[in-house]
């Protein structure tokens, strides 16, 4: 049975920039735009929604982190993000 939005909208969680780095490595991390829901991406990844997900990723909307996004984030200690685990990968959007 696939989650809900709802089911994963309660496990969204905040994590800091150390925390997700180690996750870099292996490709798992997806940035969310910010007028994106993170649980409702989380339910159409879920979902196998691949229109819905490709015309996010075609529109920017859902990327791998840019060299540019991940040295500012390395700059930052205090960088914190909204993050939601759709193995095998980790939703994260910036707060």
Known sequence: MKPTKEELALQVDVAEWSWLRAHLERGGLIVVAPELEIAEVGERIARDDT????????AGKLSKPTDGQIAAWDADGAARFSTLIISPYILMKEQ
């Open 51 to 58: 229109a819905a997900v490709g015309g996010w990723i075609e």
